[in-house]
């Protein structure tokens, strides 16, 4: 199901959990009654990759850069990383590009300077001799994967909701533990017959796992915050009502 509907089919009440917590967060700030009860990732994945000629951020002062979409998780991205590299917002123009293979081809033929690319693009654009400017969790912590459910779940059927956190645990740890067991696993779901590319996902993915599903009181308030910021609301929101771990496992 595409990320964009995610949440609105969950809100209608045809699944009972959804995975894209970028947009539960949103959702639970606007007075939704809906959780985030775990999270698999606390940084973003993708890289910023520049066009021929393009071998550093700073060299993106006065060029156009291209994002997915405007407003989302993205742009808040790529405005940190500009930021912490010390470039001024107006001295990149930002435009969008939809779908990932349509980057690659404008970062080749030069038409963009750089683009935020998930896996396994940015490994592909490697191999075409693209260069990586910077893996955007050095610059971004910011959970964007996990399982979110609505209030109602969580009163309803709190055993169902800690068999399923507790059975995805055991799935994590296996996953983390068995990399060879679970790679051809992966090749099925990703429908991708590449031994390398394969490879290159999984070890870039264990790099931004959370370790039980949880993430540390800083990032919490952070992440609120700029969801606050993103919706336009400017009152405090308490921290359990967006987040709730309390049907996690034990540590």
Do not use: C
Not at 16 to 36: C, E, F, L, P, W
Not at 52 to 65: S, T
Not at 87 to 112: E, F, P, Y
Not at 119 to 132: C, H, I, K, S
């Amino acid at each position: 199901m595409p990320a964009s509907l995610n949440i609105k089919v969950l809100l209608a009440g045809e699944i009972q959990y959804a995975a894209t917590i970028g947009s539960a967060v949103a959702a639970s700030i606007r007075g939704i009654n809906g959780r985030t009860v775990m999270l698999f990732v606390d940084r973003p994945l993708q890289d910023l990759v520049g066009a021929p000629g393009i071998n550093a951020i700073a060299d993106l002062k006065g060029k156009l850069v291209a994002l997915s979409s405007r407003g989302g998780l993205q742009d808040i991205i790529m405005r940190r990383i500009l930021t912490q590299s010390k470039i001024d917002l107006n001295q990149v123009t930002l435009i969008t590009i939809a779908g990932q293979n349509a980057m690659i081809t404008s970062l080749k033929t030069g038409r963009i300077a750089a683009a935020l690319l998930n896996p396994p693009y940015n490994f592909l654009a490697y191999r075409e001799g693209l260069t990586n400017l910077g893996f955007s969790g050095n610059f971004v912590r910011l959970p964007s994967t996990g399982i979110a459910t609505l209030g109602q779940t969580l009163e309803k059927s709190p055993d169902q909701v800690r068999r399923l956190t507790r059975a995805i645990a055991r799935a994590r740890v296996f996953a983390r533990d068995n990399k060879t067991k679970i790679l051809p696993t992966l090749k099925r779901a990703m429908r991708i017959d590449d031994e390398d590319l394969i490879a290159k996902i999984y070890d870039a993915h264990k790099q931004v796992e959370t370790a039980d599903g949880r993430i540390d009181a800083t990032l919490i308030a952070d992440t609120i915050r700029d969801a606050r910021q993103t919706e336009g609301i400017t009152k405090d929101i308490a921290a359990n009502q967006v987040f709730d771990f309390s049907y996690l496992p034990s540590r």
